[in-house]
């Protein structure tokens, strides 16, 4: 059977030879083999961004979710807080992670697609000393606004902070300059532009803060990213981790290299630019303004004749997925993704089919 065409934003749709790897046999984590495996990922990971003489990486088993968790959770030291900016709801899912750990925090909330103010955020670093750590959803997938990195990290570099990103759905396909941006610790996963499956995700630090992360104090037994970086380092896992994802994420990152990150934030843009042209002569309303838009994903307003269930119905029978909008998006926006190993004539047949179904619809 075909898959889907799958437009949400991961999991994304691989290729036969990502798939493929998930063959390569049944594997003990306590072998040779899969310490050798664990150490190939990380490496290719901090290739593939060039940042191994920097940076270190830390995987861990789980959704993008259980990296942000991990990231958090062990970010801070004892005493100080943690600045949130906020534009949707995955901002507000670190929040979330922040109170449920008793984080002393400061927000900036921003209404969803709304981009942050630079002053604000200034001013919060000046006006609060006891801030150490900065964080900031890099895509907001919310809505599709691509958050300033460069702006936001050099302000926290200015001010001696760490800067925390949440990058899952913008790594590989949109541009995260480590260095350029200050970036202290970043969140990827597996499933989105680096185009492998769902169930390992990541977190990237510098190697100079291990000394402070050796002070914080245990917060978690799963979520201990000190913990887990010791034992990858040593060749060894803390508890099972999803072997045969990791086969894929390894190939995808085979794949990711012989592409280059460069080679696929190219790809992606004229994805998203094909996408976009074709919703500009359907007469479609961008949510987010040109300019502020990642190159994965473009939300577009529902027009008032349509339906969002019908319109996911009509367009699922004819092999593509598209995504609703959340919270008090929902039905208002729909959400198209151009993240994975997607054709331009899949991104061609779609647009027909949008196109077939909203002038149905709106005559
Ligand atoms: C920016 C961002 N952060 C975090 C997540 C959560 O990832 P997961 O659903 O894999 O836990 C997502 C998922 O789409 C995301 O887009």
Request: hydrophobic residues 40%; aromatic residues 8%; charged residues 25%.
């Amino acid at each position: 059977m075909k898959s889907p065409v799958l437009l949400n934003p991961g999991p994304v749709n691989v290729t036969p030879r990502v798939r493929d790897a998930l063959l390569r046999g049944d594997l003990c984590h306590r072998e040779v083999e899969f310490s050798d495996l664990m150490e190939n990922i990380r490496q290719k990971l901090l290739k593939a961004f060039d940042i191994e003489d920097e940076y270190t990486s830390v995987l861990i088993s789980g959704s993008g979710t259980a990296a942000l968790e991990m990231g958090v959770s062990s970010c801070l030291s004892l005493g100080k807080s943690i600045l949130i900016i906020k534009n949707g709801v995955y901002g507000e899912r670190i929040e979330k992670i922040a109170d449920i750990y008793k984080f002393p925090k400061h927000v900036l909330n921003y209404d969803w697609g709304q981009p942050p103010s630079m002053k604000d955020v200034e001013n919060a670093l000046k006006q609060h000393p006891d801030i150490e750590v900065v964080a900031l959803v890099h895509h907001e997938t919310t809505t599709g606004l691509l958050n300033p990195l460069f702006a936001v990290g050099d302000l926290a570099r200015k001010y001696e902070k760490k800067f925390f990103v949440d990058c899952i759905s913008s790594l590989a396909g949109d541009e995260v300059d480590f260095k350029a941006c200050s970036i202290d610790f970043a969140i990827g996963t597996a499933n989105k532009c680096i185009q492998g499956l769902p169930g390992v995700a990541f977190v990237f630090f510098r190697k100079k803060d291990l000394c402070r992360l050796n002070y914080i104090p245990d917060r978690s037994l799963y979520f201990n990213l000190l913990k887990y970086h010791g034992a990858q380092e040593a060749g060894d896992t803390l508890f099972t981790p999803a072997i045969q994802i990791h086969y894929a994420l390894d190939e995808a990152l085979d794949e990711l290299l012989e592409e280059t990150v460069q080679g696929r934030i190219r790809r992606y843009k004229e994805a998203a630019d094909l996408f976009r042209k074709g919703f500009s002569e359907m007469g479609l309303e961008f949510l987010i303004p040109e300019g502020h838009r990642s190159n994965c994903l473009t939300a577009l307003r529902l027009p008032e004749s349509i339906d969002y269930t019908d319109l996911h119905a009509r367009l699922k029978s004819q092999g593509f997925v598209i995504y609703a909008g959340q919270g008090n998006l929902q039905n208002k926006i729909f959400r198209i993704a151009n993240m994975g190993d997607l054709k331009k004539q899949d991104i061609e047949t779609c647009l027909q089919a949008l196109n077939a179904t909203c002038s149905q619809k709106t005559q």
